[in-house]
């Protein structure tokens, strides 16, 4: 066998391998795997999956995620919470898919991204732990914050009558609120707010604080 011929083997041996090792990093081709939990009024995401909300469903969960990952992926219920979290592995490209008839709470505590569409609650507690984004969009009565992550917490879609925020973080926040606002920074993020609220604020943060253009 010539040289030539011997080199061009190993090229081809090694753009194989390098195929197989990337479809197991990969986990595979994507599947979507259907979860039976208990009822639920509560989302925690603790993983680095995007997580995707329609509220004012019936409910359902699923998981969309490569072949050889799903069963890593954990969507449990705890004391009316649906959490979602990893097992021994972390896998990549995981997508949880919920619906579910109504919301009194969503945390993001992981890096992946939180974002719930057609919320609809009198009362509402929304906390951003992590480095992923939290975006919502609906309405709330009465809103509660408190964001001490690096994630940004985009609320500029979700209608607030009063609201109560905490901001310790260094993610940027952004709420709309027509009521009352009750604002209190202690982080490096900005806070910007839409509406025409009774502002009562407290400012110890190096972030900037306005009303949205």
Known sequence: MSRTTTRLSALVIASVAAVALAGCSDGGPRTTDV??????TSV???SSADVRIRVGEPQHVQVVAPENAVSDVRTEVRDGTLHVSFGSHDPDHVTVEIDVPSVDSLENAGSGDVEAKGVDADTLTVQADGS???ELA???RQLTVDQSGSGDLDLGDLSASDARV???GSGDTKLWVDAALDLRTDGSGDVEYRGDPALTKHLKGSGDVGRAD
């Open 35 to 40: 979860r039976e939990v208990a009822e639920f």
């Open 44 to 46: 925690a995401n603790d």
């Open 138 to 140: 609906g309405k709330a």
């Open 166 to 168: 905490r901001t310790k």
């Open 132 to 134: 992923g984004n939290l």
